[in-house]
Structure formats: structure tokens, C-alpha cells
């Protein structure tokens, strides 16, 4: 009997543990997305993504191709209900496109 109640007290208090709030910190870095020379402006990026992401974050990401890029910004608005405007969705693609192929350039050959 001893066992059930003491096991019975683990996982209360296991649940209760899983179910305090938990506290999230956005990096406090207020640099914005720079245009890209010879390329897409940065303005649909800054004005749509950077209440959520820093430069330095989208700025480490893997290369994506369009379709992935796309396919990202989709979430971004339908899945985390980002206040991403569907009017800017080419020009932040074209950017993010743009800033892939800059930061991680195809391999020849």
C-alpha cells in the first residue's frame, strides 16, 4: 500500500512540476536585416520577422531553396499565427532566397 501512495505522490508531483509557467527570453538584438547589395531590400524582412527573430538567428540558418523558404514563411504565419502580412510574402522570400545563396553559396561543378 505504502508503494501505491508513494508512487501515486511521484507523479502528482510530477505533473504539477510540468504544468508551472515557464518563462521564455527573446534575444535582445535590435540589429535589422540589411539589404542585400545588388539584390531584394531588406524592408519586408524587417517590418514582418524581427518581432520574433534576431538578424543573428536568421543569419546562422541552413541554405534553403525557394520552395523550403516558402514553405517556412507559410508556417511562420499559419501554424505560430505570426502577423506575417501575405503581401510581403514574395519580397520576404526573395530575401531570404537572396541572403541563403549569399551566406552559402552553391558548390561548382
Known amino acids: ?7 501515486l505522490a511521484v507523479s502528482l508531483l510530477s505533473v504539477a512540476g510540468l504544468s508551472a509557467p ?12 540589411a539589404d542585400i547589395p ?9 517590418n514582418n520577422c ?12 541552413p541554405r534553403l531553396t525557394r520552395a523550403e523558404w516558402t514553405a517556412e514563411v507559410a508556417k ?3 501554424i505560430y499565427k505570426a502577423p506575417v502580412d501575405p503581401a510581403d ?5 526573395d530575401w531570404l532566397v537572396a ?3 549569399k551566406l552559402a553559396p552553391k558548390a561548382a561543378g
Open 1 to 7: 500500500m505504502r508503494t501505491i501512495i508513494a508512487a
Open 22 to 33: 515557464v518563462s521564455i527570453e527573446l534575444p535582445n538584438d535590435l540589429t535589422a536585416f
Open 38 to 46: 545588388g539584390g531584394p531590400s531588406a524592408e519586408a524582412v524587417n
Open 50 to 61: 524581427r518581432a520574433c527573430h534576431s538578424a543573428s538567428m536568421v543569419l546562422t540558418q
Open 76 to 78: 511562420m504565419r499559419n
Open 89 to 93: 510574402d514574395a519580397a520576404i522570400i
Open 99 to 101: 541572403m541563403s545563396d
